[in-house]
């Protein structure tokens, strides 16, 4: 194995840390909903029969596998069946089976969920807040990057006594 191969590896299992990471996060922060419950699984893991809750699933979405609390990885929906026909897109009822062949192998009694609508996507300042970095660490990030050192709170120049 070449050095640019193992740099390659490590680079994929960081982001995928990192991902999941994310995700305990946000499952945390009650981010994620379950859309539906893995009932039977068919080709390794790979085709898992999920009883659904009521949700829009369609293909390329990113879900992620959960067991109880804990994140499992995130996958996407490659195929999904109803009844047996093949359908890029469903509006799924309560406890509707769905066949649903994921990227990446789950278990029977694991959920599935995903990110919930009106969720933050850019702006994740508890992330943060919660690993010990303040938000006015991460405003004056955010601030130098566009310039604007002057508008942040609490930032005086040290030479000018406090009034």
Request: aromatic content about 2%; charged content about 25%.
């Amino acid at each position: 194995m070449a050095i640019t191969d193992l740099v390659g590896v490590l680079c994929a299992a960081l982001a995928e840390m990192l991902s999941n990471e994310v995700m305990r996060r946000r499952h945390a922060l009650g981010q994620l909903v379950v859309i539906g419950e893995v009932v039977h699984v068919y080709a390794s893991g790979m085709i898992p029969i999920v009883k659904m809750k009521p949700c829009r699933v369609a293909v390329g979405e990113e879900v992620v596998i959960l067991r109880g609390t804990d994140v499992r990885g995130l996958a996407t929906i490659c195929s999904v069946q109803d009844g047996g026909r093949g359908v890029d897109a469903i509006e799924a009822s309560m406890d509707q089976e769905l066949g649903i062949r994921l990227d990446r192998p789950c278990r029977t009694l694991n959920s599935i969920g995903r990110v919930a609508a009106g969720s933050p996507d850019t702006e994740q300042l508890e992330l943060f807040v919660s690993r010990g970095i303040s938000t006015a660490q991460v405003s004056v990030e955010a601030a130098d990057a566009e310039g604007a050192e002057e508008t942040l709170a609490g930032d005086s120049d040290p030479d000018t006594p406090d009034e």
